[in-house]
C-alpha cells in the first residue's frame, strides 16, 4: 500500500544508510556528548570522494553554528546566565568550533575562510558567505571577467554543497553571483577596477547586514504600541534588534519567550531582554496555546523566506503560526532581505532535511525514532506581514520581487 | 472497384482537383497526417495518382514538421475498400468518398457542406477518421465554368452572390435546425438555384473579402423565406449563459475565402473537430501553419511587407481560424507577439530577408515560449515529486505527463490517479501514455472523485491559462478536483507556460468561458433511451456544454512556470514580465 508521507520513506532509507555507515549510537543522545565529539566521531566516515568534508551529514552544519551562538546548552546554561549579569556574552569565544577550522591547509579554501567567518556570532551567514566569496576573489588570479565568474561559480558551489541545509547560505551566494553576472567588465574601464569593485561590493553586504537590521528594527516599530504583549519563538538576532530598539524608544511592553527546544535558544533572548529590563516571560514549547489569549502579536525571524512568502525557521514556529492565526493574532516575521530564497516547499516534508541531535536528558532506547528535524516550514497563509529592509511586505509581495530580482 | 467509380465520377464532372486527407492508424487512433488540395494526374484500374503543392505533416504534435513542395501520392486501389458515410451521402450521394485501407483512410470530397453539425454523419466521421475534411471552394474547382461567356463584373457578382448564398445557408443551420430535410441539396448547379437566397447576407462580416462589391446589392429584409419555411423553433440557448453563445463553429470549408492558406484550412478543420486540442498543441500548430502563410507570402505591389502581411493578408486567416474555434489566451498573446513581430519590421527590409527574419523569430518563440519552457517546468515539477508520492491529475495536460515521465525517469516511485469526465475523455490518453511508460496508474471518472481522491498527496494541475486575479482557467472539472484536493490536504500544483498568462480577470466560470457543441452531450443513437437524440425537437429541453471553468486561487498551493514558482497571487508579475519579453524576443 501506498504511505501517506513521501519523506517517511526517504527519512528511512537515509535512516538506514546511516545505520549502515556509522552505528547507530553516534546519534544517541546522551547529554555528555557536545558538537565537537559529534564532528570527531565523523571525521572517520568522510573518506567518500566529495571534496567538501561537512564535518557531518547528519546534523545539520548551519543548526550547529546557531546552538553554539544563540543557544544555552544543558550544563553551560546556568554559568552563562550567570556570566550573563557581568559582561555581554557574545565575548565568550565558542571553542568547539575552532576544532574545524584549525586545519587551514596549505591551499586557498573558500569552506574555510566561509568557517572563519562563520565563527562570527554577530555576521549572518549569508554575509560570512559573501565574504568568503570576497576572498576568492582577492585570491584570484584571473585576468578576464570570464575567468573570474567560473572561478567564483566554482567556489559558490562548494559552499552550497558544502552545507545543503543552509538556506541563507545558498540565498547570499546566489545573490552575489547574480550581483557578478550583472557587473560586466564592460561597464569599467578595465578588469581590476571590476574586480575591485566586486569587492568593495563585497565588504559592504556586512554594513548592509546590520543596517538591514537597523531599518527592519525602526519599520516594525508603528507596530508595537504601548501595553501590548509580544510572543517570541527562538532566537533571531532582527527580532532581539526589533525589541531593544522597542525598549529604547520607551516603549511599555512584555515579552513572552519560548523555550525554543532543543538548542534552548528563548532562554538566551529571554537573558538579553532582562538586560534591557524588559518585562520577560519564559514559557515551555507546548504552552504556546496556552497563553496565546494574552499575546497580542507574534514576532518570529526566519532562516529563510522562500517564494510561496512562506518562511523556514526553527522548528515550531509553524504551529505557533498556526495557533495564532486561529486565534486571530497577527504574525510578523522579521527578516532581512538576503535570506530570500528560490525555494517554493510544498509541504513541511518538501525541503532537505536539517538533522540535529536532540538531548532528552535521559537515555533513549535505540528502538524509538526520534525526529530530528531542526526546521519547519509556515505557509504563508498562517503569516500577517514580513519587516524586511526593502519594506513591510505581505507573503504575496515577496514572490514579486524574488521574481524580479533574480530576471 | 467502387473507388475507382468514385475517381470516374470525378473525371466524368470534368473535375481535376480534390481535397484528399491522409489518415493514418497510429497506437491512438485515426490521426490526419495529411491534408491537401490535390490534381488528379490519372487514374488506372490499379492505382490513382495525385499531385498537391502542398503537403502538410502534422498530426501528431510532437515533431510538427512541414514540408512545402511538390509532392505526388499514389494509392492503391486493390488494398483499398470504398464506404459510403451514411450522413455524408444524404447530403452529397456522388462526390464523397470515404477510402479506408490498410493503415490508411482518405476522405475525399468536392465542394459540400459535408455534415455541418450533423450529429449522426459527424459521429460516424469521427469513427471512420476522426477527420473532417473539405476542398478549398475555389473557383477552378466550381462546377460554374460554363458561364466564361459572362463579362468580368458579372462573373464577379455571381460569385459573390454564390458566396452569400452559402453563407447564408451555414447562419440558417446554425440558427434553426441541421435537419438534412431542411438543407438545402447541394451540389452541382444548386448554388444558382439558391440565388435568390443570397441577399440575406447584408450583415456585414469581416471575413467578408469582396466587401467593396457588397454596394451592388439592395437592402432587403433578411432571410424572408426561411423564416416563413421554417416553424418557429423553441430557442435552444440557456439564457444565463446567451452571451458565451458566438456562431456554431465551422466544420466545413464552405465559403472560404479564396486567401485562406491550406495549412491554415486543415488546421482550422483539426482544431474544430479536436484533433489538434489542447492550448499549447494549439498554439504551436497554429505558429507553424502561420509560418508557412509567411513562406508562400508575396507583397502585393504599393505596399510595404509589414503594413500588408499583418492587417491584409493574415486576418482572414485568423478569421478562419477563429471561426473553427475561438483562440486560446496562449494563442491570442502568440497573435499578439507575431504582429508586433511584423510591425516592427523595418520597412526597407527586402523581402525574403524579412520573411526569413519572421519564421526564425517563429522558431525562436515556439522553441523557448512553448518547447524549453515545458522542459523547465516539467523539470521543476518532477522536483516535487517524491517517492509514495500519489499524484491526483485532471484529462489532459502534455506538460503535466511529461513532468510526471521526468519524475519516473529520475526514479521516483509514485503512483498516479487520472480523473477523466465526460464528453471529451482525455483523460484516457494521459492514462495510456503515462502507462506505457511504467507508470502505475489508476483512471476514474469525476463521478468517483471523492473516493479516487483518497489517498492523494499532491495534486498536479494543467491550465488553459492564468488568470489576472491568480484564479486558473482549466477545462472543465479543474475546480472540483482542486477543491477535493484541498479538502484531502493535497497541495494544489498548477503548471502553466508564462505564454498562458492573461491579465483578464474572472471570479466565476461565467463572465468568460467557451461553450462546445450540445451535441457532445447528447450521446450515441444506439442508446436508446440513454441518448438525448433529437434533443432540439424536444421542448422545455437545454443543453449546456462549457469547456471550462474557473479554479479559486485560495486552492493552489504554487504555479510552476518556466519563469519560476511562485504562489497564484503573483500570477500578475508573471503576465508583465512574459508581456515585457514578448516585446523583446
Known sequence: ?407 | MSFFMGISDFLEQGRKTVAIALVQRDPEGWRTSAFTEMTLVRATRTTAVFTSRYLTGYGTLQGLENTLGDISAEIPVDTVELRRVAGAVTLNPVTQLVVTGEGSCCIMSDQSNLTAGTPDASSILKQASNTVLQPNGTTEASPEQPVKALSGQALKAQKKAEKAARRAQEKGDATTSTTSAATPKPGAGSSTSKAPNSQASQHKRSQSTSQKSENQQLPVRPRPSTAAREPKRENKQVSFFAHLYGPSRRHTLDGVPKEVHPQIQALGLQTSSYCVCGSHARCAAMLLALKCVVQSYTTPLGTSLPRHLSSQHLSPQLNFLKSCRPFSVSQANAIRWLKNVIATLDPSTPEPTAKADICTAIDTFIRERLTVADQVIAETAASHINDGDVVLTYAKSAVITQALRTAKRAGRDFRVVVVDSRPLFEGKNTARALADDGIDVSYSSITGLTHAARGATKCLLGAHAVLGNGRLYSRAGTALVAMMAKRMDAPVVVCAESIKFTERVALDSLAMNELGPEEELVGSEGEGEQSLHGWRDKEHLQLLNPLYDVTPAEYIAVVITELGSLPATSAPVVQRISAGAQEIV
Not at chain 1, 556528548?33 to 568522510?46: D, G, I, K, L, V
Not at chain 1, 519547519?376 to 524574488?402: A, C, I, R
Open chain 1, 1 to 407: 500500500m501506498w504511505r501517506r508521507s513521501a519523506s517517511f520513506i526517504l527519512d528511512q532509507r537515509n535512516q538506514d544508510d546511516a545505520a549502515s555507515s556509522t552505528k547507530p549510537e553516534t546519534l544517541s543522545l546522551s547529554p555528555l556528548r557536545t558538537q565537537s565529539s559529534y564532528m570527531a566521531a565523523a571525521e572517520p566516515f568522510n573518506q567518500n570522494p566529495n571534496p567538501n568534508p561537512n564535518p557531518n551529514p547528519m546534523i545539520s552544519a548551519y543548526y550547529q553554528t546557531r546552538a553554539a551562538h544563540t543557544g544555552v546548552v544543558t550544563k553551560d546554561w546556568l554559568a552563562q546566565a550567570q556570566a550573563a549579569v557581568g559582561r555581554h556574552p557574545d565575548d565568550v569565544p565558542s571553542p568547539e568550533n575552532e576544532v574545524v577550522t584549525s586545519d587551514s591547509g596549505n591551499s586557498f579554501s573558500v569552506i574555510h575562510e566561509f568557517n572563519n567567518w562563520r565563527k562570527q556570532p554577530d555576521l549572518a551567514e549569508a554575509v560570512a558567505a559573501i565574504r568568503a566569496l570576497a576572498a576568492v576573489i582577492r585570491a584570484s588570479e584571473a585576468t578576464t571577467m570570464m575567468e573570474l565568474e567560473i572561478e567564483l561559480k566554482k567556489a559558490s558551489d562548494s559552499l552550497k554543497s558544502w552545507d545543503t541545509t543552509s538556506i541563507s547560505l545558498t540565498a547570499g551566494c546566489d545573490l552575489f553571483m547574480r550581483y557578478v553576472t550583472r557587473t560586466s567588465a564592460l561597464e569599467y574601464e578595465d578588469f581590476n577596477s571590476a574586480k575591485s569593485r566586486l569587492i568593495e561590493r563585497a565588504e559592504k553586504f556586512g554594513e548592509i547586514s546590520y543596517k538591514a537590521r537597523r531599518i527592519i528594527a525602526m519599520l516594525s516599530q508603528d507596530f508595537i504600541f504601548d501595553g501590548c504583549t509580544i510572543l517570541v519563538h527562538g532566537f533571531s538576532r532582527v527580532v532581539l534588534e526589533v525589541l531593544k530598539t522597542a525598549a529604547q524608544n520607551k516603549k511599555l511592553f512584555r515579552v513572552f519567550c519560548t523555550e525554543g527546544r532543543p538548542d534552548r535558544t528563548g532562554l538566551r533572548l529571554s537573558n538579553e531582554l532582562a538586560k534591557l529590563d524588559v518585562p520577560v516571560k519564559l514559557l515551555i514549547d507546548s504552552a504556546a496555546a496556552y497563553s496565546m489569549d494574552e499575546v497580542d502579536m507574534v514576532f518570529v525571524g526566519a532562516d529563510g523566506v522562500v517564494e510561496s512568502g512562506g518562511i523556514i525557521n526553527m522548528m515550531g514556529t509553524y504551529q505557533i503560526a498556526l495557533v495564532a492565526h486561529s486565534m486571530n493574532k497577527p504574525v510578523y516575521v522579521a527578516a532581512e532581505s538576503y535570506k530570500f530564497a528560490r525555494l517554493y516547499p510544498l509541504d513541511q516534508k518538501d525541503m532537505a532535511p536539517a538533522l540535529r541531535p536532540i538531548d532528552f536528558g535521559v537515555p533513549i532506547p535505540s528502538k524509538v525514532e526520534v525526529e530530528t528535524s531542526a526546521r519547519d516550514y509556515t505557509p504563508p497563509q498562517y503569516l500577517t506581514l514580513l519587516f524586511t529592509d526593502l519594506g513591510v511586505l505581505t507573503p504575496s509581495v515577496v514572490s514579486d520581487e524574488l521574481i524580479q530580482l533574480y530576471l
